[in-house]
């Protein structure tokens, strides 16, 4: 603004002036020869924090953040007069900003010569211009493509990652649209549910298929934001996006090791399982007749052992390769591990196709290998189970593919066998179907506990009870534990029915607790192999904890045969039973290694005469001097004693005349079920042993 001064008075001049100079946004020093402050205005005491007071009669050097920088420019103003640019300075409060400055010498009342100052606080545009710079670097920089355009979707900046993710330079994406990028994968539907919820949220984001300048397609993941003004006005478009070619790439690789064999690319297992569900559903819906083929290589072993793996993984290799050769698109075959292979032969009218392919394969695998110009031999022998025929599931149908199999290799390999019924039985001796009885036992709740009552001879009442297991088979009826268990701890089916064997033993007895029969005691029998489990010890406190039994009613009993083959990590673990609060106690003594004078080193709580020693107490001397020194030895080592076996009144009488502790056995009752035990317990006369 020019404002005319001619109609004021010189001291209105002056007045105007000063009020001019009191309200401009710069801030005004008025500095004398030497540099010291004469003069401020009020922008000038803004903009440092000082007031007028403060500052008058000080070096302008104070203001300075650099000594040196002041004494530079203080040398150039001197000599030319005037000087412009930018410096840092302290305002009060001790916080450096950039300025930018003028210097300008001047004369007043003409002989005094003095400098003004004139200067604006531009750190807030030096600030913003720093942001804007470190924004451009991250958009140079980072890999994600970004893209900005106006509201109406035209393109006003692209960064580097765009440019060499779709091909299109600067120039040639600024002023269109982002429609030079289209896919044609996606229809007008998917653009029109993307706006709408720009619209609505003002953001979308997710998976979409874009083309390159090339005119290859790629996917990426968008995400696409809308920018409002501080009125709420929509001003531009903000896109970022990643190419994920290498992700999808990568996910493909992952499904395909997850679904198919890495060696042949054969479906595996999980893929062959998936497949074969589907199919069996088609199958029953409209009554179609499906084929199982099971087959194994003959003498790959040889080969595998005498030319080396290498060999062996080429020739499955190229076993694979000829079989796919010989299936059709529709059927399906899958590499279950080693020299197994699974074929599938969906909706075939007759046996006879299966038989058919049976054939082909064996007279394909009759033409030489050839292995790194080695020249190899093999053959298969195959299984065939038939849907509905042979099984209605994948389990069964595969199950008995193979026994198919087996047939096959026991008729001299190098052919093919159908699965019929009479394989069963010629193939599985009992124990086989003991195994797969036994496996299915506890979810089919065949299994239950049996409990054998301990009696205290001192008073006749019952101390506790021992859990027996038991098991009913719906196919084979009841089964001698002496025939099972040891089937089970081959298979190491053991440790599962171990755990289900204490967990019900200790929800029983904690409902015997309930009913009234405090401090009732549960003997259980511990197997070797669960013993040995690493996380034995960890599985038992778990039971007790999930029971909310009390510890020291739970005795677990263990044979020495298991303690002593390695004392000291046995020790270990009984310890942390002890600690626990659990008894425990060395069952079957006299059989094994029967070393008192090791067992008073472990934390025990009783001992448990054998019973085959109790049962001849009446006919052989010896057994009887035995237990009598088994019974002292044990209550010098403050071990309480249990006799096992006890089934005549002369049992009973020798016992209590040695002072054993406690008597199990059928003199006293047989082992009873949980509703017989509750009976037994309601009707136990303790005067009845004490006659």
């Not at 500052?55 to 004494?71: A, P, T």
């Not at 003028?102 to 007043?108: A, L, M, N």
């Not at 107490?617 to 019974?631: F, G, H, N, P, R």
Request: charged share 25%.
């Amino acid at each position: 603004m020019i404002v005319d001064h001619s109609f004021l008075g010189l001291e209105d001049h002056f007045s105007f002036a000063d009020l001019v100079y009191q309200h401009m946004q710069e801030g005004v020093f008025v500095l004398n020869h030497s540099g010291e402050i004469m003069d401020i205005n009020s922008s000038a005491e803004k903009i440092t924090g000082f007031s007028e007071a403060e500052l008058k009669g000080i070096s302008f050097q104070k203001l300075f953040y650099s000594h040196q920088e002041y004494i530079n420019i203080w040398e150039k103003t001197e000599k030319f007069d005037t000087w412009t640019g930018e410096t840092e300075k302290v305002r009060k409060n001790g916080e450096i900003y950039t300025d930018r400055m003028k210097i300008q010498k001047c004369e007043k009342y003409v002989r005094n010569v003095c400098y003004l100052v004139f200067f604006e606080d531009i750190s807030p545009q030096k600030k913003a211009e720093e942001q804007r710079r470190l924004a451009d670097k991250i958009y140079e920089n980072i890999s994600e493509g970004v893209l900005f355009t106006d509201a109406k979707g035209r393109i006003l900046y692209v960064n580097p990652a765009f440019q060499i993710v779709t091909g299109y330079t600067e120039d040639e994406a600024l002023g269109n649209t982002p429609s030079i990028l289209q896919s044609g994968l996606h229809n007008e539907q998917f653009y029109r549910d993307m706006w709408r919820e720009i619209g609505e949220k003002g953001r979308w984001k997710g998976e979409i298929w874009n083309k390159r300048k090339s005119g290859e397609v790629f996917p990426e993941w968008l995400t696409i934001s809308s920018i409002l003004d501080e009125g709420g006005a929509l001003t531009n478009y903000l896109a970022v996006f990643s190419d994920i070619t290498e992700q999808k790439q990568a996910e493909d690789q992952l499904r395909k090791l997850a679904h198919y064999d890495v060696l042949t690319g054969a479906a595996n297992r999980y893929l062959l399982n998936k497949r074969l569900e589907r199919l069996l559903i088609t199958a029953k819906k409209y009554n179609q007749i499906l084929a199982v083929l099971f087959l194994d290589l003959d003498r790959f072993k040889l080969i595998n052992d005498t030319l080396g793996h290498n060999y062996g993984d080429l020739l499955l290799k190229k076993v694979y390769s000829r079989l796919k050769g010989l299936l059709k698109s529709k059927d399906i075959i899958a590499r279950l591990g080693g020299d197994e292979f699974v074929i599938v032969l969906p909706n075939i009218k007759h046996a006879r196709e299966a038989v058919s392919v049976c054939q082909d394969i064996i007279k394909s695998l009759q033409q030489p290998f050839i292995l790194h110009e080695q020249e190899v031999y093999t053959s298969a022998s195959i299984g065939v189970g038939l849907f509905p025929f042979d099984g209605d599931n994948i389990d069964s149908l595969i199950k008995n593919a193979d026994r198919a199999m087996y047939q096959a290799k026991a008729n001299g390999k190098n052919n093919f066998e159908l699965y019929h019924t009479g394989l069963r039985m010629e193939n599985e001796t009992r124990q086989m179907v003991l195994e797969n009885g036994l496996r299915r036992a506890v979810e089919k709740k065949e299994l239950f506990l049996q409990y054998h009552p301990l009696v205290n001879l001192t008073n006749g009442q019952i101390e506790g009870v021992e859990a027996l297991l038991r098991w009913n088979s719906s196919e084979l009826g009841r089964i001698s534990p002496a025939e099972f268990i040891p089937i089970a701890e081959e298979t190491g089916l053991i440790v599962p029915i171990s755990e289900w064997v204490i967990k019900q033993a200790c929800d029983d007895i904690k409902s015997l607790h309930i009913m009234g029969y405090n401090g009732l005691k549960v003997s259980i029998n511990i197997s070797g192999i669960h013993f040995n489990q690493d996380d034995f010890v960890k599985n038992i406190s778990d039971i007790i904890q999930h029971t909310n039994i009390f510890p020291h009613c739970v005795d677990l009993e263990i044979t020495e045969s298991i303690i002593m083959p390695n004392a000291p990590e046995a020790n270990n673990k009984l310890v942390k039973l002890k600690q626990l609060g659990i008894k425990l106690s060395i069952d079957d003594f006299g059989t094994g290694y029967s070393s008192l004078s090791y067992l008073h080193r472990l934390p025990i709580d009783r001992l448990k005469i054998d019973q085959s020693f109790i049962k001849k107490l009446s006919a052989y001397k010896e057994d009887a001097s035995i237990v009598q020194a088994i019974i002292t030895m044990a209550h010098t080592l403050n071990l309480v004693v249990i006799a096992e076996g006890v089934e005549r009144e002369k049992h009973l009488r020798f016992l209590a005349r040695e002072k054993c502790d406690i008597i199990q056995g059928y003199y006293i009752t047989k082992p009873v079920s949980w509703n017989d035990l509750l009976f037994f317990l309601e009707t136990w006369d303790p005067q009845a042993i004490m006659k």
